[in-house]
T-cell receptor, first 116, second 110 residues
C-alpha cells in the first residue's frame, strides 16, 4: 500500500556535476509524470511516460535533462552538468490509467536539488 | 500555451474567517483539479471538477468550475489553522499532464 517514493529526498551538487533522481511509482500505475517546482511556484511539467514509452518530453528545459523508465516501473531523471538554475524540487507522480486527464495523479514527496 | 493565473498568491487570515481563491485562464480545460501541498510533501488532490458550472463541496470547502470551463474558485468557510498550506489549481491537458497555477500560500492564525 505504499505511495510514490522518491530518492534521494535531498541532493546537493556542485555546478557541473551530474545527478540522478529516482522515482518508484505506485505498483501497477501505467502513467508516470515528472514535474519541476521552483520555490514559491506551482509545479511545471517536464515529461510523461506511459509504461516504458516516453510520450511527451516537451517540458524538459534543455538537452541536459534526460528521463527513462526502461521496464515501465521505476523511473530516473538525470541532469547532466548541473547549473544553479536547476535548483528546485523535482516531483514525480503516477496514475493508474492512460491518457485521460481525469485520472488522479499521486505525487511523491519530491527531491530537493540544490546546485552550488 | 495554456496558462492558469491564480490569485491571491498570499493570504493571511484569522481563524473563523472566510476566503476565496481564484484560478483563471484564457484557455478551456476539460477538467480542473485543486491540490493542497504541505511543506516537504507532494501535492494531494482535493477535488476534480469536469462540467461547466459544476459545484462540489468537501466539508468547509466549496469548489466551482466556471460555465465556460476557463476559471474556477475555491471557497473556505470558517477557516481553521489546519487549513494552512499551499493551494494549487491545475488544468487537465493532453496526455494527462497537469498545467498548474502559481499557488496560493494560505496562513490561518489562531
Amino acid at each position: 500500500g505504499a505511495g510514490v517514493s522518491q530518492s534521494p529526498r535531498y541532493k546537493v551538487a556542485k555546478r557541473g556535476q551530474d545527478v540522478a533522481l529516482r522515482c518508484d511509482p505506485i505498483s501497477g500505475h501505467v502513467s508516470l509524470f515528472w514535474y519541476q517546482q521552483a520555490l514559491g511556484q506551482g509545479p511545471e511539467f517536464l515529461t510523461y511516460f506511459q509504461n516504458e514509452a516516453q510520450l511527451d518530453k516537451s517540458g524538459l528545459p534543455s538537452d541536459r535533462f534526460f528521463a527513462e523508465r526502461p521496464e515501465g516501473s521505476v523511473s530516473t531523471l538525470k541532469i547532466q552538468r548541473t547549473q544553479q538554475e536547476d535548483s528546485a524540487v523535482y516531483l514525480c507522480a503516477s496514475s493508474l490509467a492512460g491518457t485521460s486527464d481525469y485520472n488522479e495523479q499521486f505525487f511523491g514527496p519530491g527531491t530537493r536539488l540544490t546546485v552550488l | 500555451t495554456q496558462l492558469l493565473e491564480q490569485s491571491p498568491q498570499f493570504l493571511s487570515i484569522q481563524e473563523g474567517e472566510n476566503l476565496t481563491v481564484y484560478c483563471n485562464s484564457s484557455s478551456v480545460f476539460s477538467s480542473l483539479q485543486w491540490y493542497r501541498q504541505e511543506p516537504g510533501e507532494g501535492p494531494v488532490l482535493l477535488v476534480t471538477v469536469v462540467t461547466g458550472g459544476e459545484v462540489k463541496k468537501l466539508k468547509r470547502l466549496t469548489f466551482q468550475f466556471g460555465d465556460a470551463r476557463k476559471d474556477s474558485s475555491l471557497h473556505i468557510t470558517a477557516a481553521q489553522p489546519g487549513d494552512t498550506g499551499l493551494y494549487l489549481c491545475a488544468g487537465g491537458s493532453w496526455g494527462g499532464k497537469l498545467i498548474f497555477g502559481q499557488g496560493t500560500e494560505l496562513s490561518v492564525k489562531p
